[in-house]
């Protein structure tokens, strides 16, 4: 049986643990006692609850409309699902991880290796080493969030996986612009989050 709030930590505990010199604060931060994610299995038991720099996003924000194509490319196959019984948001949380530590360019062996063995406690390390495997788009993981607080949860948690090196890298402001753009976030929404997670990784780090 896997422990979502295990699964959680010890994936976050796995893609950080590969990242260089900036992660220790990042993972205090997210797991830390005290911390953002101190509690895991309290955060997926209320899917989107977080702290208080989230609480003046009370309305969500309408999400950009894209202009359509004269023609709709042809739909992508199905991603293979494996089968669980762990709850969505917490899922959701550890693909998101993943496709964040994968934002400039696949995990080599030695690192998905590294994430399956933090997975191994809470009992999920086969769907760990399924999920390091596939490649999901970033729309189709945070699809039908639309609660403020959840997606402002799910920002942070994947712009603090890419600020753990020492510098987020152009591809890795793309990947984290598109899910802005995914998840409905105004630009001043994104610079308060990313500036507010700083400062408290920041403090962290010392």
Same mark, same amino acid.
Request: hydrophobic share 45%; proline share 9%.
């Given at each position: ?10 994936? =976050? ?14 993972? &205090? @931060?997210?797991?830390?006692? %005290? %911390? ?26 309408? $999400? ?7 023609? !709709? ?6 991603? $293979?699902? @494996? ?8 899922? &959701?949380?550890?693909?998101? *991880? ?7 360019? *696949?995990?080599?062996? !030695? ?18 080493? @399924?999920?390091?495997?596939?490649? &999901? ?10 609660? $403020? ?9 994947? @712009?603090?996986?890419?600020? *753990? ?7 890795? &402001? ?10 409905? =976030?105004? $630009? ?19």
């Amino acid at each position: 049986m896997i422990d979502p709030g295990s699964l959680v930590e010890g994936v =976050l505990r796995g893609v950080l643990g590969v990242r260089p010199k900036r992660s220790r604060g990042a993972l &205090r @931060f997210l797991t830390g006692r %005290g %911390g953002w994610m101190s509690n895991p299995n309290t955060l997926l038991t209320a899917a989107g609850v977080v702290w208080g720099i989230f609480d003046t996003m009370n309305q969500p924000a309408p $999400p950009a409309q894209a202009s359509q194509p004269a023609q !709709a490319p042809p739909p992508l196959p199905p991603v $293979p699902q @494996f089968p669980t019984a762990v709850p969505k948001d917490a899922l &959701r949380m550890v693909r998101l *991880a993943i496709s964040a530590a994968n934002a400039d360019g *696949a995990m080599n062996d !030695a690192e998905r290796a590294a994430v399956i063995a933090q997975a191994h406690a809470s009992g999920g390390s086969e769907l760990v080493g @399924f999920e390091l495997h596939q490649r &999901r788009p970033l729309a189709d993981i945070v699809s039908g969030v639309t609660d $403020p607080a959840q997606r402002a949860t799910l920002y942070v948690l994947a @712009f603090t996986v890419l600020r *753990a090196d020492e510098q987020i890298s152009g591809a890795e &402001r793309i990947y984290l612009a598109q899910l802005a753009h995914l998840l409905g =976030l105004e $630009p001043d929404d994104v610079t308060r989050l990313e500036a507010d997670a700083s400062q408290r990784i920041d403090a962290l780090e010392k």
